[in-house]
C-alpha cells in the first residue's frame, strides 16, 4: 500500500451538496493528521487537524478511523468557493522527519 | 503558526539559464522544506535545508541542479541551474511549526 493514497477525483457536484473524501495511510504509528486545502496554482493552506477521533469546523467535519486506517473530510451544503484541491498529509513519525502528502482530491462544485 | 514570504511569485526563463528562489520566514525554525510541484501532481520533497548544514536531497535531486543555501535560521534559497522546459513547475518552501505545514506562496517557473 501507498504510504498515503486519495482519490483523485474530480468530485463534481451541485451547490448544497454533501460530498466525503477518503484517505488511507500505511503507518498505523501515526498521531495526527491534516487536511489541507490548494486552489489552482496557490500554495497548500491548512483546512482541519485530525487528533483523535475527529473534528468538526462549520460545514467541515474531519474524522479518523484508525481500525481501518483512514480519515475522511466531509464537506456539508458545499459552496462554489469550495471547489479546490484537498490534500491528505501525515506529518514526520517513527524517525523520519519528511511529511507524506497524498496525492490530493480534486473537487469542483457547480451551480 | 509562520508566514513565509517567497519570491518571486513567478518567472519565464530561457533554458540554460538559472533562478534563484527565495523563502523569508518571520520566525527561526530548524528545518525548512523545498518542494516542486508539476500540474496536476502531488508536492514532491526536493530537499530539507538546516542552518549550518548541507541540505539533504531526495532522490532523484541532485546539488548540482539544485544547490540551496540555509545562511540563517530564517531565510532559505533554492536555485534551479541549467533549466530546461522539464523544469517547468511550481516550486514551494516549507516550514514545519508542531507538526503543521506552512508554505510560501510558490514560485511559478516557466522554461522556454
Known amino acids: 500500500r501507498k504510504e498515503v493514497e486519495q482519490d483523485p477525483g474530480p468530485f463534481n457536484v451541485p451547490e448544497g451538496a454533501t460530498v466525503a473524501f477518503n484517505c488511507t495511510y500505511s503507518?498505523?504509528?501515526?498521531?495526527?493528521f491534516f487536511w489541507y486545502r490548494q486552489d489552482c496554482r496557490k500554495e497548500p493552506k491548512l483546512l482541519m487537524s485530525v487528533y483523535s477521533s475527529g473534528n468538526e469546523d462549520g460545514r467541515f467535519t474531519a474524522q479518523l478511523n484508525r481500525a481501518s486506517q483512514y480519515i475522511s473530510l466531509l464537506i456539508r451544503d458545499s459552496k462554489l468557493s469550495d471547489s479546490a484541491t484537498y490534500l491528505c498529509v501525515v506529518p514526520a513519525s517513527g524517525g523520519s522527519y519528511i511529511p507524506t502528502f497524498g496525492r490530493g482530491t480534486s473537487l469542483i462544485v457547480h451551480p | 503558526s509562520a508566514v513565509i514570504s517567497q519570491k518571486p511569485s513567478r518567472d519565464i526563463c530561457q533554458r540554460g539559464t538559472s533562478l534563484t528562489i527565495q523563502c523569508q520566514v518571520d520566525?527561526?525554525?530548524?528545518?525548512m522544506f523545498w518542494y516542486r510541484q508539476q500540474p496536476g501532481q502531488s508536492l514532491t520533497l526536493i530537499a530539507t535545508a538546516n542552518q549550518g548544514s548541507e541540505a539533504t536531497y531526495e532522490s532523484g535531486f541532485v546539488i548540482d541542479k539544485f544547490p540551496i543555501s540555509r545562511p540563517n535560521l530564517t531565510f532559505s534559497t533554492l536555485t534551479v541551474s541549467n533549466m530546461s522546459p522539464e523544469d517547468s513547475s511550481i516550486y514551494l518552501c516549507s516550514v514545519d511549526t508542531n507538526e503543521k505545514l506552512f508554505f510560501g506562496s510558490g514560485t511559478q517557473l516557466s522554461v522556454l
Open positions: 520566525s527561526q525554525v530548524t528545518m
Open positions: 503507518n498505523s504509528a501515526s498521531q495526527s
